[in-house]
């Protein structure tokens, strides 16, 4: 195996380090379009957890904007780093690295979480709350979005 063949893992991680949500909701959607991942798919092949990781992607996008959202490195917002992007990062894992995946993920998620924080608090020092998370959604929804679609394509062209 080559290493190269978890980078979909560790970008997916890094994804996870400034949305939580939007692995598992990127995942779920590939799912729901019946694009096979590389890896085994954790929970999200279930109908109910689909849509539940589609609707908290989208409720994780309205909430970061309100001035009572934590930080995401406070303990549950790490935790469900650690869950999102290891479900995404098994998926996205060669068959039979699965657990492998999931590592990587993790292990990128959980350290840049602490970094995607800090350029996003300059960002709102400079641009405010609001602008600054409307980008940041837009960077990471598309950086999520662009890593399940190729590593899926990549796969189903085998």
Known sequence: MKITELLPSALIGAVSSARSMTPMAAIAAAELAHKPTPGRVF???????????????VGELLGDKMKSAPDRTV???????????????????PHGKEKLGAGV????????????LAGRKKAMARIGQ????????????????????????????R
């Open 130 to 157: 609001t602008k600054s998370g409307l980008i940041e959604d837009a960077l990471i929804v598309g950086a999520g979005a662009l890593v399940v679609g190729l590593t899926v394509a990549r796969f189903n062209r």
């Open 43 to 57: 929970l999200l092949n279930q109908p109910l957890f689909k849509f539940g990781a589609l609707a908290m992607g």
């Open 105 to 116: 993920a993790v292990a990128t998620a959980v350290p840049l979480a602490y970094l995607t």
């Open 75 to 93: 303990f549950l917002g790490l935790l469900a780093r650690v869950m999102s992007a290891g479900i995404a990062g098994s998926a996205l894992a």
